[in-house]
Each structure stands twice: as C-alpha cells, then as structure tokens.
C-alpha cells in the first residue's frame, strides 16, 4: 500500500494505497525515518486504500 525505497538512487515514497499512485521523490528523511513514518501510519494508508480501491 506504501512503499519507500531507494531505487531511484534517492529515498522516494510511493503512494500506492491512492488511486493515482503518485510517487514524493522530495521526501527529508532517510530511509530508517522513512519505516517509522510506514509504521506511525500504516492504519491510514490502509484505509485510504481501502476507500479508493473498492
């Protein structure tokens, strides 16, 4: 539903639990802040999810 990764040789966020999958490729954080951000707000994401792909 979410995903941060790397492989863009920059830390980016997709957004897949939204409709239109945007990816944030201007994200400040590393990459071990980038999981927290995952796990303080995974309920929403996957709500979001939930909403747009019923």
Known sequence: MARIDTSHQTVHFDRLYRRDQPKDTDVEF?????????????????????????
């Open 30 to 54: 590393s990459v071990w802040e980038a999981e927290q951000q995952l796990e303080h707000n995974w309920r929403q994401y996957a709500h979001t999810h939930a909403e747009n792909h019923e």
